[in-house]
């Protein structure tokens, strides 16, 4: 009964390569995220998703891109990975009209 | 864009005492502030929102207040246990939809048994 998950859960890779992070919601929630968490636990925004608009923190270098095959699922793509990429990334999802947001347990992102 | 910040980085508490995290905002249409409970190698959850248009509310050991005047808003537990140890972020967005969190930079309170 998993609401929000993600794969992989750990993530080890080469400067340079181009990889991506899934993330899945069973709740029918219209809203996803993708938050950053450096290794000082600083919680970051970087995009939020629904049928109707994307928002990107203005921070986010474009070499991050989220990508949505359907309402359920908002994938994370890196190109070009950097050592300061390493961090794990958190999905996130929340209803239309409601404020709570759900996460997902993580992904450890290394890069070598 | 939204500025949140959040003090102290780190508290220790006996168990039994109470713990109180402070945090601010900087933009004035916030009007969510959620906070959530991230414990070792978990899943940040959230234990505990306000709106703009309350004061204070409280669940059981935990409770929220809210100054929008000077905005700032504080989590407090009371006779706090060892398993509320966990970084505890505020946070703050505004709106509806699509509803970015600007967290705060997290609390990590330890609680000695």
């Known amino acids: 009964d998993t609401a929000v998950s993600q794969t992989p859960k750990y993530l080890v890779t080469q400067m340079g390569n181009d990889k991506s992070i899934k993330c899945e919601q069973n709740?029918?929630?219209?809203?996803m995220y993708w938050y950053k968490q450096d290794s000082k636990k600083f919680l970051k925004i970087m995009f939020s998703?629904?049928?109707?608009?994307?928002?990107i923190n203005e921070t986010v270098p474009n070499r991050f891109s989220p990508k949505s095959p359907d309402k359920a699922h908002l994938n994370l793509h890196i190109n070009s990975l950097e050592l300061g990429d390493s961090a794990v990334y958190f999905c996130?999802?929340?209803?239309?009209?409601?404020?709570?947001?759900?996460f997902g347990p993580g992904t450890r992102l290394t890069v070598l | 864009g939204e500025n949140v910040e959040q003090h102290p980085s780190t508290l220790s508490v006996q168990e039994g005492d109470s713990a109180v995290i402070k945090c601010t905002y900087s933009?004035?249409?916030?009007?969510?502030f959620p906070w959530y409970k991230q414990e070792l190698g978990k899943r940040p959850q959230l234990i505990i929102d306000?709106?703009?248009?309350?004061g204070e509310k409280k669940d059981q050991r935990i409770a929220v207040t809210l100054n929008k005047t000077a905005k700032h808003f504080s989590l407090h537990i009371t006779e706090t246990q060892p398993e509320d140890s966990a970084v505890y972020f505020c946070?703050?967005?505004?709106?509806?939809?699509?509803?970015?969190?600007?967290f705060g930079t997290g609390t990590r309170l330890t609680v000695i048994p």
């Open positions: 996130a999802s929340s209803p239309s009209g409601g404020n709570e947001q759900f």
């Open positions: 709740l029918g929630h219209d809203t």
């Open positions: 998703y629904n049928n109707k608009e994307l928002i």
């Open positions: 933009d004035s249409a916030s009007n969510y």
């Open positions: 306000i709106r703009s248009n309350v």
């Open positions: 946070a703050a967005s505004k709106g509806t939809g699509a509803n970015n969190l600007f």
